[in-house]
């Protein structure tokens, strides 16, 4: 009676063990995303160049209801602009609507062995999204408060709206396959160009332009035109 006992004890703290695990894994295969640890966080999704995707808030504007991205559906979010904003031609550079609602997203990653949140904005007005990312922000253990500036806007793809609520795949470029292998040598990132097409590519000042600067050799290498500002 006594083993008996031992082993239905033993089996319910398996199963109470492994029930989060299997809840915190972001693996979705459907989507093109492989879970990966990384640093602190336990739960990630790689995207090339040591950035892991752990989770994203979005804070809708009026005190609407917070939603929250896994580490799968936060990369492709991620993954949808990156490109296009270090890459993009220069007419991108445009500010929404005023009337178009602003999101607040907060990022948690791995940038690079930086462990934190970066903020970024989101809107979307007949039909074109609108990203805003500050260059000038840190990368603090817990999103900003206050929040950086949405500055500058650009205009993304089509399919940061569809990344955004959740209902796009991760691109399976070569920095995705480096991020979940331990043997591969990292090779020439294949990558969504600003045209939807796919590129091949091979610091001082704040964390955020640090991170941009590296974004850049995942993408395509080359100079961050959020960078250039509206004169």
Same mark, same amino acid.
């Given at each position: 009676?006594?083993?008996?006992?031992?082993?239905?004890?033993?089996?319910?703290?398996?199963?109470?063990?492994?029930?989060?695990?299997?809840?915190?894994?972001?693996?979705?295969?459907?989507?093109?995303?492989?879970?990966?640890?990384?640093?602190?966080?336990?739960?990630?999704?790689?995207?090339?160049?040591?950035?892991?995707?752990?989770?994203?808030?979005?804070?809708?504007?009026?005190?609407?209801?917070?939603?929250?991205?896994?580490?799968?559906?936060?990369?492709?979010?991620?993954?949808?602009?990156?490109?296009?904003?270090? +890459?993009?031609?220069?007419?991108?550079?445009?500010?929404?609507?005023?009337?178009?609602?602003? +999101?607040?997203?907060?990022?948690?990653? $791995?940038?690079?062995?930086?462990?934190?949140?970066?903020?970024? +904005? +989101?809107?979307?007005?007949?039909?074109?999204?609108?990203?805003?990312?500050?260059?000038?922000?840190?990368?603090?253990?817990?999103?900003?408060?206050?929040?950086?500036?949405?500055?500058?806007?650009?205009?993304?793809?089509?399919?940061?709206?569809?990344?955004?609520?959740?209902?796009?795949?991760?691109?399976?470029?070569?920095?995705?396959? $480096?991020?979940?292998?331990?043997?591969?040598?990292?090779?020439?990132?294949?990558?969504?160009?600003?045209?939807?097409?796919?590129? $091949?590519?091979?610091?001082?000042?704040?964390?955020?332009?640090?991170?941009?600067?590296?974004?850049?050799?995942?993408?395509?290498?080359?100079?961050?035109?959020?960078?250039?500002?509206?004169?």
């Amino acid at each position: 009676m006594r083993v008996r006992t031992s082993i239905l004890l033993i089996c319910v703290l398996l199963l109470a063990v492994a029930a989060p695990a299997r809840a915190q894994d972001s693996s979705d295969p459907e989507k093109g995303c492989t879970s990966t640890a990384s640093g602190g966080l336990p739960d990630t999704v790689g995207i090339g160049n040591g950035f892991f995707i752990a989770e994203a808030t979005i804070t809708p504007p009026n005190g609407a209801a917070v939603r929250t991205l896994d580490a799968c559906a936060a990369a492709v979010f991620v993954q949808s602009w990156l490109a296009r904003a270090t +890459y993009g031609p220069e007419d991108m550079l445009r500010d929404p609507p005023p009337e178009a609602p602003v +999101y607040r997203v907060d990022v948690k990653a $791995d940038w690079n062995g930086m462990v934190g949140y970066l903020t970024v +904005y +989101y809107a979307e007005a007949d039909g074109t999204p609108f990203i805003a990312w500050n260059q000038e922000q840190g990368i603090p253990p817990e999103p900003a408060d206050p929040p950086p500036a949405p500055d500058p806007w650009f205009t993304g793809l089509p399919r940061v709206i569809d990344a955004f609520n959740g209902d796009a795949e991760l691109i399976e470029t070569q920095g995705v396959i $480096d991020a979940t292998s331990t043997t591969t040598t990292p090779g020439a990132a294949t990558t969504e160009n600003t045209n939807g097409a796919t590129d $091949d590519g091979s610091g001082s000042g704040s964390p955020w332009v640090w991170v941009a600067g590296a974004a850049a050799v995942v993408v395509v290498g080359g100079g961050l035109v959020l960078r250039r500002r509206r004169s």
